[in-house]
């Protein structure tokens, strides 16, 4: 059973930034973080393949969020910047098999996911 740990999240002005950190307790493949803000459901950020094959992004982040990973360390990143309030949510990372890109956009595809961590965004 893998166990993962998120941190970094926090308080931050429109325009800052952030990175979230993904900490697995062992070897993961796959590695995604979704969001979830009050009264939505959990929706896709980004995913990264183990090997760098991909990056992928929500439209909404694409350009502004960079996912990477160190699979020395077996740790996902997510580096946040100009964030908007729209971006305010509770985010969490989540690990799984090899997958493809398409099939990492979906929450049911991760074996593994993090308690979460706060992001808020003021404006």
């Known amino acids: 059973q893998v166990q993962l740990v998120e941190s970094g999240g926090g308080l931050v002005q429109t325009g800052g930034s952030l990175r979230l950190s993904c900490a697995a307790s062992g070897r993961t493949f796959s590695g995604g973080w979704f969001r979830q803000a009050p009264g939505k459901e959990r929706e896709f950020v980004a995913s990264?393949?183990?090997?760098?094959?991909?990056?992928d992004y929500s439209d909404s982040v694409k350009g502004r969020f960079t996912i990477s990973r160190d699979n020395v360390k077996n740790t996902v990143y997510l580096q946040m910047n100009s964030l908007k309030p729209e971006d305010t949510a509770i985010y969490y990372c989540a690990a799984g098999p090899p997958l493809s890109i398409g099939l990492a956009r979906q929450r049911s595809r991760y074996n593994y996911w993090g308690q979460g961590t706060q992001v808020t965004v003021s404006s």
């Open positions: 990264i393949a183990y090997n760098g094959g991909y990056a």
